[in-house]
């Protein structure tokens, strides 16, 4: 998964655990991981991407997830 904010780039795995963290201002070829250097961010923008994957299990036009 993947989160943007600003000039924050998040990617978690599929358990929703953080990958990589970059500052695409300073660092558009996203070559320096910050995901240990800044926690308090890591942990807001994942706790933003839940809320936006809630959003979209919730979203009431969404299509049936059910076999066919």
Known sequence: FVIR??????LA????QAMDLFN?????LEFF???N???RLV??????MMEKLKSI??????P???PI
Not at 5 to 10: A, E, R, T, V
Not at 13 to 16: A, G, K, L, V
Not at 43 to 48: D, F, M, N, P, S
Not at 57 to 62: A, H, K, Y
Request: aromatic letters at 6%.
């Open 43 to 48: 942990k807001q923008l994942l706790q933003l």
């Open 24 to 28: 695409l201002a300073e660092d558009p």
């Open 33 to 35: 991981n910050l995901v």
């Open 57 to 62: 299990e919730n979203d009431p036009i969404r």
């Open 5 to 10: 904010k600003g000039n924050w780039k998040l």
């Open 64 to 66: 049936d997830k059910s």
């Open 37 to 39: 250097e800044k926690p």
């Open 13 to 16: 795995d599929e358990n929703y």
